[in-house]
């Protein structure tokens, strides 16, 4: 089955730097990655996702790349603010269902 | 009441004791799950339900069971727990398509967090 992992697990940035967010992917037959943020105390929501048949997508502050032939794909958020603290989750699947890495704690330091 | 819905929010029960989980979803989707959330682990999908058949059994312990009775509700039975058990269960549903591939957008609930004494 699929296998994603997620690094780092924890990233601290100072307001207003940017932030990076990896993971890979083992099966190569997996073809939609979404990143899902969870505030705390609160239920997971989809901040942003891309298909295998790009390499890029962006929204506002938010932007997420795909490299197919490594099979790993990044979160980037700019301009990081207060409200983008949570913990952030990737996940890919393919032929089987959504798998999910581990999460990132993100914080940002006033 | 929209969106997807869980009840009771915090649930402490004893490992003898029998109770359920409650998820009502108002999206009008074709598919919900059960999903598991402990501390430093990925939210493990435990059960996937499609136009109210099961697909999905991800190897999940007996004492564990599965309802879901309309495309709305799904129920998770709990039995005998062990205090491993203990973790965050996040109903969600999403729209699919007719190849099942299972990239829609998930729509999680706030959760029940469970406490196996």
């Known amino acids: 089955g699929e296998n994603v992992e997620q690094h780092p697990s924890t990233l601290s940035v100072q307001e207003g730097d940017s932030a990076v967010i990896k993971c890979t992917y083992s099966?190569?037959?997996?073809?939609?990655f979404p990143w899902y943020k969870q505030e705390l105390g609160k239920r997971p929501q989809l901040i942003i996702d891309?298909?295998?048949?790009?390499g890029e997508k962006k929204d506002q502050r938010i932007a997420v790349t795909l490299n197919k032939t490594a099979k790993h794909f990044s979160l980037h958020i700019t301009e990081t603010q207060p409200e983008d603290s949570a913990v952030y989750f990737c996940?890919?699947?393919?032929?089987?269902?959504?798998?999910f890495g581990t999460g990132t704690r993100l914080t940002i330091i006033p | 009441e929209t969106g997807v819905t869980q009840t009771p929010r915090h649930l402490v029960m004893g490992m003898t004791n029998k109770k359920s989980l409650k998820c009502e979803q108002h999206?009008?989707?074709?598919?919900m799950y059960w999903y598991k959330q402990s501390a430093k682990k990925p939210l493990e999908l435990m059960f996937v339900?499609?136009?109210?058949?099961?697909?999905e059994n991800n190897s999940v312990p007996s004492r564990f069971s599965p309802e879901c009775p309309n495309s709305s509700h799904l129920f998770l039975h709990l039995h005998t727990l062990q205090p491993e058990d203990s973790a965050l269960y996040l109903c969600?549903?999403?729209?699919?398509?007719?190849?099942?591939?299972?990239?829609?957008?998930?729509?999680f609930g706030e959760g029940s967090r469970l406490t196996v004494l």
């Open positions: 999206l009008g989707h074709n598919a």
């Open positions: 339900y499609s136009l109210e058949e099961r697909v």
């Open positions: 891309i298909r295998s048949n790009v």
């Open positions: 099966d190569s037959a997996s073809n939609y």
């Open positions: 996940a890919a699947s393919g032929n089987e269902k959504l798998t």
């Open positions: 969600a549903s999403s729209q699919e398509d007719q190849g099942g591939t299972y990239t829609g957008e998930l729509f």
